[in-house]
């Protein structure tokens, strides 16, 4: 009921193309999922900046004199809209303290995502409406990872899209079905986290920052999912350097991954694959069960 | 002699110790020192110990004991020595209530007052009160004895089974089912062995008055019904 | 009779019906009130009353044997040294010797270790029979004490506290005269032959801030190895649950009206309490306010049944349930095997609850040695190991097609109701609705 891409670049040489093939592998996905689409880009921050993605059913008139706005509260800021989104670049020390004051100046703005790295874009409509709303081709960045959905029992709005992010360049993509997600939520909310919607995925990708928060890395937090998380599952993660992916036990929802000493790809079906460059050569497998992949830039280097 | 100092080493260090002591191992005795009011003070004790605490305790001092020797030199909070199974507890000065609660045996001896339900559904423990005891003691009784040198309360011996009890001074009143029974020579007898244990001297058995079950409530009947 | 007089048939009154006619007869000719076993007979919303929402398209289902569905348990993960591993979510309630025959009580333990779970003692002390044969026993610590001593609890694999029980919230205990066998009269320190009385209260302690130094001295005892549980009757768990949590309890029992006892008044039994369904959401509300939900765990008991019943406890919130009636129906009382004996005590197979009497036929609840003898405690183990076993695969039936690995992986939302009770009870919705009474806060 969804599609799911991911791509990881360890050439980089191709990271000014990373937009462009993300874009492909997404629309080729698109029968997988007509209700909305998303995709986040790990594209680096200058140093010592982070950027926040925000998004408005307004954006005119929302994103005029934001800069201003936020220079006056205390935070000096670069705005660059895209479309019903825009993303504002401040300084690293400015991410904790800038929520509270967008919500104060701009209460109907929603905060995508978040951190050093990742910029999130998604929107109702079909993955091609999306990518060029975005102009998502023309970004470049080391992985990203994207989603086309086919809602099952959460509404379809543009907070109901993926990627879920709940934490600092963590972001979450899913194709499965989860049986103890409303338990888990009120779990996780007596520990502090908070929900936008009544997504199961959002909840898959809140557990992950909230055992990240206790230490984990993405690989021991997606091993520690396989024994809470109930239900099917094929999970695409993000972080600001790392890219994982793991399926349920049951492994019932489609997952192909293809690796070449250029890239780490993953599509729910094959197909999703066969536009990247030099295909013909890649190992090509499917992820086994309960087995958790997760290739990261800075452990590789 | 070991020593414990409550208010250095956690209660949990004291009663482990008292729990590790291997068979045979005979004239062993403990020292407590600052109890403070603890709760739980030398308790679960299986062997024929001795605990010497100096100080005033809390809830269940030596509750279940089985067999040792406990003697508070303080006053005692609720609960001491409930469920006793054999040995000897001691307070020196005043118990709270609940005062040998379903005690099973051994000798609890009070040298002060016991407040309310002394010896609450005794199931076999002999109790030597040498002052006064509270309101409802002995209540529901089943067994052993409880020896009041001063005054007993209200609603001495409620719905009473076969405790044997025995006042010298009043009793405020009686609960249901308790009567004031004969003294026969066995009873003095018994209680002149109870009382020389406790160590009370100068007191005659003769002095006392003997109340019991009148049995009236052993098997339902409708026309006892007000006493329900 | 004719067209100008017609004929009115007789009309019995709703409230005086004829079991409430003969009741005041009895009562005036004999003096005493009702005194029977069993937990209410009336008709209370009960799980019945809620059905499972199974997978089909937004949910997937999962299949049986290989793809797992977990039916484990740990209780008193939360102070105890040693917390207690069960297979099974499915444990045997606490009922007495002396209420039931020593070999009523082992065949409980054989039943109960072949299935790997653990049973529980009752009002009456251990014995030997039933620590022998019961891999993991409950030690029950009641107002009475009956029994009560340091060897046994340290002997027990866990300590229920026991404040009440469903059938009697608030309630004492009563073992009439017949069963006081000179076994059970040594036991519990009594002369044989009388009627027994348990105490309401316990002999020392009142209220939590009591408890929670009586679970200091139980825990002090016995080296804080043990699990303690504390038992309430369903009266008002949201607060009797956190306050047992606060008190410092390891596992909660929560125990609903349908909920059996020995002997108890019957007055009592259908006035007192409240229906198990009623119970389940305010206590789980306490769990997770205090966040202590999974952490204290819940057993929930009272008129559980089959593994539908087990499973939509379990999706309410309940970490456990127990187990008491059924188990007895599963080792042979009330069997219709004896219905002729029912006939000559007045009864018939199936609504036979004089177990004060003492006069079973089917050899459980008494303390007759000829009557006690027709219970083969080896076959009635097995009997209750089936049964045990029989309603895990259900539980797991139906968590499998709600799409679960795990039966505590069941929630609420996996739920409808179909009455406007039962959706108010067990706060889930009207099936074919999102709502439930009391949504929306009012």
Redesign the interface.
């Known amino acids: 009921m969804c599609g799911i891409v991911g791509l990881f670049l360890k050439d980089k040489s191709l990271e000014p193309q990373l937009g462009a093939l993300l874009s492909d592998m997404l629309i080729t996905m698109t029968d997988r999922g007509p209700d909305s689409a998303g995709i986040a880009i790990y594209g680096g921050a200058p140093a010592g900046k982070a950027k926040i993605t925000v998004q408005s059913a307004e954006p005119e008139q929302e994103f005029s004199g934001l800069e201003a706005d936020l220079a006056k509260a205390g935070i000096p800021a670069s705005v660059t809209l895209k479309s019903t989104h825009a993303v504002i670049e401040i300084d690293e020390g400015k991410l904790g303290e800038i929520r509270a004051v967008l919500a104060e100046i701009r209460p109907d703005i929603r905060i995508m995502g978040s951190g050093e790295s990742v910029e999130i874009y998604k929107e109702t409509g079909l993955p091609k409406d999306v990518v060029s709303r975005f102009d998502v081709r023309a970004m470049g960045g080391t992985h990203g990872i994207g989603h086309t959905r086919m809602a099952?029992?959460s509404a379809v709005t543009t907070l109901g899209a993926h990627p879920f992010s709940t934490g600092p360049d963590q972001c979450l993509v899913h194709n499965?079905?989860l049986?103890?997600h409303?338990?888990l939520r009120?779990?996780l909310k007596?520990e502090g986290m908070s929900f936008e919607t009544d997504n199961d995925s959002e909840v898959a990708a809140a557990y992950l920052t909230a055992e990240m928060a206790k230490g984990k890395d993405l690989g021991k937090a997606l091993e520690s999912a396989l024994d809470d998380l109930?239900?099917?599952f094929t999970f695409v993660v993000g972080t600001k350097s790392g890219f994982g992916v793991l399926r349920d036990?049951?492994a019932?929802k489609p997952a192909v991954m293809a690796e070449t000493d250029q890239y780490v790809a993953f599509g729910s079906e094959y197909r999703a694959l066969v536009g990247l460059p030099g295909i013909e050569n890649a190992r090509i497998w499917e992820p086994e069960p309960a087995t958790v992949y997760f290739w990261d830039h800075e452990k590789a280097a | 002699m070991p020593v414990f100092d409550l208010s250095q080493t956690p209660?949990?260090e004291l009663?482990?110790a008292l729990?590790q002591i291997e068979k045979g191992a005979n004239d062993i005795v403990f020292e407590v020192v600052n109890p403070r009011g603890s709760?739980?003070v030398a308790?679960?004790i299986?062997s024929p110990v001795t605990v010497e605490v100096k100080g005033s305790v809390?809830?269940?001092c030596a509750?279940?004991n089985?067999g040792g020797t406990v003697t508070v030199h303080g006053s005692a909070g609720?609960?001491v020595a409930?469920?006793m199974?054999s040995g000897t507890v001691v307070i020196e000065g005043d118990a709270s209530q609940?005062a040998g609660?379903?005690g099973?045996g051994g000798l609890l001896v009070i040298k002060g007052n016991a407040a309310s339900?002394c010896g609450?559904?005794m199931?076999?423990i002999d109790i030597v009160v040498h002052g006064n005891i509270g309101h409802m003691s002995a209540?529901?009784g089943?067994?052993g004895h409880l020896v009041v040198l001063g005054d007993a309360g209200e609603a001495l011996g409620d719905?009473l089974?076969?405790a044997k009890l025995f006042v010298r001074g009043t009793v405020k009143s009686l609960g249901a089912d308790c009567v004031e029974k004969q003294m026969k020579p066995k009873h003095l007898e018994k209680l002149a062995a109870l009382l020389e244990k406790a160590g009370v001297k100068d007191v005659k058995p003769e002095e006392f008055k003997r109340y019991g079950s009148a049995r009236k409530?052993?098997?339902?009947?409708?026309?006892n019904a007000d006493a329900y | 009779m004719s067209y100008q007089n017609p004929y009115t048939p007789p009309r019995k009154s709703a409230t005086f019906d004829d079991y409430t006619l003969a009741e005041i007869r009895r009562a005036a000719a004999?003096?005493?009130y009702d005194i029977r076993g069993g937990g209410t007979k009336r008709k209370v919303p009960h799980f019945d009353d809620l059905l499972f929402l199974g997978?089909s398209?937004?949910?997937?289902p999962?299949e049986g044997y290989r793809?797992k569905c977990d039916t484990s348990v740990v209780l008193g993960t939360r102070f105890a040294r040693k917390p207690i591993e069960l297979k099974i979510p499915i444990t045997i309630a606490g009922m007495s010797f002396g209420a039931l025959s020593g070999n009523a009580k082992e065949a409980l333990g054989r039943g109960a270790t072949l299935a790997g779970t653990s049973t529980t003692t009752g009002d009456g002390g251990m014995t030997d029979e039933e620590r022998g044969h019961s891999e993991k026993l409950v030690y029950q610590y009641l107002p009475?004490?009956y029994g009560?001593?340091?060897?046994d609890?340290r002997r027990a694999d866990a300590i229920e506290v026991v404040v009440g029980q469903g059938a009697k919230p608030g309630g004492g205990g009563m073992l009439l005269?017949q069963k006081i066998s000179d076994r059970v009269a040594e036991m519990?320190?009594?002369?044989k032959?009388?009627?027994q009385?348990s105490?309401c209260r316990h002999?020392?302690?009142t209220g939590p801030d009591?408890l929670e130094?009586?679970i200091?001295?139980l825990r002090?005892?016995?080296?804080?190895e043990k699990p303690i549980y504390i038992k309430v009757g369903g009266a008002r768990p949201y607060y009797d649950t956190a306050l047992a949590v606060k008190a410092g309890a390891d596992v909660v029992v929560l125990d609903g009206m349908q909920g059996g006892t020995a002997a108890t008044q019957d007055v009592f039994i259908e006035n007192v309490g409240m229906p198990t369904l009623a119970c389940i959401r305010p206590a789980v509300q306490a769990l997770?306010d205090l966040?202590m939900?999974r952490k204290v765990q819940l057993v929930v008991s009272g008129g559980i049944r089959s593994g539908a019943d087990v499973a939509k406890a379990l999706a309410l919130g309940a970490d456990a349930v127990s187990i008491g009636t059924a188990a007895l129906v599963a080792i042979g009382d009330n069997d219709p095997h004896w219905e002729a004996e029912y006939q000559k005590l007045g009864t018939t197979a199936g609504a036979y609850d004089d177990w004060h009497e003492g006069k079973d036929p089917a050899g459980i609840t008494t303390q007759d040695p000829e009557l006690a003898r027709r219970l083969d405690p080896e076959i009635a183990g097995r009997r209750l190991a089936n049964y045990l076993k029989v309603m895990t695969l259900e539980a797991q039936t139906i968590a499998r097609a709600?799409?679960?690995?795990?039966l505590h992986?069941l929630?609420?939302?996996d739920l409808c109701a179909l009455t406007m009770e039962a959706a108010a009870m067990a706060q889930v919705p009207l099936a074919g609705t999102s709502w439930y009474p009391g949504k929306g806060g009012f």
């Open positions: 099952t029992e499965g079905s049986s103890n409303n338990n009120r779990e007596r109930d239900g099917f036990p049951i019932c | 209660l949990r009663n482990s729990h709760h739980a308790v679960g299986d809390g809830y269940y509750g279940m089985d609720p609960g409930e469920n199974m609940y609660a379903t099973r339900r609450i559904s199931k076999g209540f529901m089943q067994s719905s089974y076969e409530l052993y098997n339902f009947n409708i026309d | 004999t003096g005493i997978a398209i937004s949910r997937y999962l793809e009475s004490r009560m001593n340091p060897k609890l005269g519990r320190t009594l002369p032959g009388i009627d009385r105490a002999p020392d302690w009591d130094i009586k200091l001295e002090e005892i016995t080296d804080w997770q966040g939900h709600c799409g679960k690995n795990k992986n929630e609420p939302e």
